[in-house]
């Protein structure tokens, strides 16, 4: 019974250990495109920013279910339902931050930028 | 046939920390989505000074993100090794781990030191800010993840792995993991996107 038990242990392990080892090679393979991308200029403007960030969250999303194991828990996957809500709040915060202050910058000066303007302040 | 695990007191207690650490962990995310927010908002104000394109190497940057990836992974092993009670191992794969984590804090001090010897501190812009208040959290983050692996390795390397150790140190694999993640967010918007 023991030895059933560890032997099944060891065949989870296993699985776990191939899990780590995908995990590894796809983050290797996702880091070093998203270099390549930038260090090659294989895109410019908006297409170079989208692909690298797409690249991150890809990569993001294979750490989270191969390394902290997301979503393969029992039901109600309460981690899940957490991690989604910070997701969440974390799309509103950054979004809500950057739509709020580029507006401001672009009503506040609309003719010209405010490093040139502090620095016309400044007298340099 | 029953597919799910027999009630346990003892796991469903270690269940209700695990999560807890979890909730945690998205706190924390909450607090680097902030930073990151104070980031690209202020990646451009550079008051005359220096900006990304001119500071950062990719190369060094990249090596750092495989240091610290190796370590996520090798993290895992080492978990691995005390699923199966396999001390040696257990101690074997953290040791590495450390010594990863170490040499990525190594590369970020030093990283640290040459831009505030070149008068590149913090007071320098308001995107030197928001870039040392990003990253030096990360790192902060880091220490305290190595400082907390001597913690819990040097009573298990004394007196053997128990069931609370392990539920600590799958805490730790937990934060480790989730440091390596946030780091995909670093080196993509504020190295990658700084030098493009």
């Not at chain 1, 974390?90 to 809500?96: A, E, T, W």
């Not at chain 1, 739509?99 to 401001?104: D, F, K, R, S």
């Not at chain 2, 984590?101 to 812009?125: C, D, P, Y």
Request: glycine share 8%.
């Amino acid at each position: 019974m023991r030895s059933r038990k560890l032997a099944l242990q060891k065949g989870a392990e296993h699985e776990t250990l191939k899990a780590y080892l995908l995990g590894l090679g796809l983050s290797i393979l996702l880091t070093l495109t998203a270099y390549f991308v930038v260090v090659k200029h294989v895109f410019t403007g908006w297409t170079l920013v989208l692909a690298i960030v797409a690249l991150a969250i890809t990569q993001a999303l294979v750490q989270l279910i191969l390394f902290l194991h997301l979503g393969r828990e029992l039901q109600p996957r309460w981690n899940l339902i957490v991690f989604l809500f910070m997701v969440l709040v974390i799309v509103i915060v950054i979004g809500g931050s950057l739509w709020i202050m580029y507006n401001l910058n672009a009503r506040v000066m609309p003719t010209m930028d405010v490093d040139t303007y502090m620095l016309r302040q400044q007298g340099i | 046939m029953m597919t799910q695990p027999l009630a346990n007191p003892h796991q469903e207690v270690h269940a209700r920390t695990l999560f807890g650490f979890w909730v945690y962990l998205m706190t924390d995310c909450i607090l680097f989505g902030s930073l990151f927010a104070a980031y690209a908002v202020l990646h451009n104000s550079t008051y005359g000074g220096p900006s990304a394109h001119d500071l950062f190497s990719l190369p060094y940057a990249l090596a750092e993100t495989m240091i610290l990836l190796a370590s996520s992974f090798t993290c895992g092993l080492a978990m691995l090794g005390a699923h199966l009670n396999d001390r040696r191992k257990l101690l074997l794969w953290f040791g590495v781990t450390f010594l990863l984590g170490a040499s990525f804090l190594a590369m970020e001090i030093s990283e640290f030191t040459k831009l505030v010897q070149a008068g590149n501190s913090w007071q320098r812009s308001g995107f030197l800010s928001a870039f040392f208040t990003l990253v030096g959290t990360h790192g902060l983050h880091i220490t305290t993840g190595l400082l907390w692996m001597i913690v819990l390795l040097v009573p298990v390397a004394r007196h053997g792995l128990t069931p609370t150790s392990l539920k600590r140190l799958t805490c730790l694999r937990l934060f480790w993991h989730f440091l390596d993640v946030v780091w995909i967010f670093i080196f993509t918007l504020v190295y990658l996107m700084g030098v493009k």
